[in-house]
Every structure is written in structure tokens, then in C-alpha cells.
């Protein structure tokens, strides 16, 4: 018997005990307009979003995103700081 004010997980629909990591979890999905959230086991969250292979999704669509703006060029080299322009420029003195 569940107590009234129990925490229950949506995807699996066990308790949520004090001190699990929780996720909210929009039902449908934010990208689509849905601003709904519920919450979530962040494992069943992390298993819901890998089976639909939505991270990869997601991933390729960030991905594309980043190539378009240029920010990938600042990451070649140097980490997250700017490089130096002449090493990473085909023709500098790398």
C-alpha cells in the first residue's frame, strides 16, 4: 500500500526513496512544445531516452548546430581556450 504523499517514478512506477538521484522528465518532449515535466529515477530516465536512441539524435542535431556556428574550430587544439589562429589555420606553422 502506497502512502498518499509518496514520490512515485513515472516511467517505472516504483517509489522514489529520499536520497536517489531524480530527473524531470517531460512526457512530451520539450523540442515538440510539451512543457509538462514528471518526475523520474534519473536511471529510468537515462534507460527511457537510450532506448529511443534519442541522445544520439540529440547529439547529431547539437553537433550540426555547433559546425554551423564555427565553435568546433576553437576545440581542435587547445582545449576550450582560443588557440593561436596560426595553428590551426591549414597554412600557419603547425
Given at each position: 500500500m502506497r502512502m498518499p504523499n509518496e514520490r512515485i517514478c513515472?516511467?517505472?512506477?516504483r517509489p522514489i526513496r529520499?536520497?536517489?538521484k531524480v530527473n524531470r522528465h517531460h512526457p512530451?518532449?520539450?523540442s515538440e512544445g510539451g512543457?509538462?515535466?514528471?518526475e523520474v529515477h534519473e536511471q529510468c530516465h537515462v534507460e527511457h531516452h537510450s532506448q529511443l536512441?534519442?541522445?544520439?539524435?540529440?547529439?547529431?542535431k547539437g553537433g550540426q548546430a555547433t559546425a554551423a556556428r564555427g565553435w568546433w574550430i576553437f576545440n581542435?587544439?587547445?582545449g576550450r581556450s582560443a588557440p593561436d589562429p596560426l595553428r590551426w589555420i591549414p597554412f600557419g606553422r603547425g
Open positions: 513515472a516511467l517505472c512506477n529520499k536520497g536517489q512530451h518532449l520539450k512543457d509538462e515535466t514528471v536512441n534519442q541522445y544520439r539524435e540529440w547529439g547529431r581542435l587544439r587547445r
